[in-house]
């Protein structure tokens, strides 16, 4: 899969936006931030799709405990254990609210695009219901 040119490209969204102790994160993919370039294994394309969610929740002072809901979407839901087997690298109990989205194209040509909710200080309140 080829280079995506980040640099040059004016997206008109934030990548994460406050609205209190609520914080809502846009659409990430599994890209190279630096290189627009992604990988062709979808397992390393979920995980490097992962690092970068992660780096934006971590960026904004929360860590990936405060996600309270998370949407997944992907191009091909033969790769949900693929995904899911990621998806556990980075999350512990109780995992936040999902959606698991079968869609038929993403920006770029990627098979993954996810987006979330973190509130924070919602790790320390965060229970099963």
């Known amino acids: 899969m080829g280079a995506v ?3 040059s490209a004016k997206f ?3 990548t994460a936006l406050w609205m209190g102790d609520t914080c809502s994160i846009s659409g990430h993919l599994g890209i190279d931030l630096a290189t627009g370039a992604g990988p062709d294994d979808p397992e390393a394309e979920a995980r490097l799709m992962m690092e970068n969610f992660r780096s934006t929740i971590v960026g904004a002072g929360m860590s990936m405990d405060d996600l309270v809901s998370v949407e997944v979407f992907c191009t091909d839901l033969a790769l949900f254990a693929t995904f899911n087997a990621v998806y556990l690298e980075f999350l512990t109990e109780p995992y936040p609210a999902r959606a698991f989205i079968g869609i038929k194209d ?4 990627r098979r993954f695009e996810i987006l979330g ?3 924070q200080g919602a790790a320390a309140g965060k229970r099963r219901g």
Do not use: G, H, K, V
């Open 106 to 109: 993403l920006l770029f040509a």
């Open 5 to 7: 040119e980040l640099s």
């Open 117 to 119: 909710t973190a509130i």
């Open 12 to 14: 008109p969204f934030s």
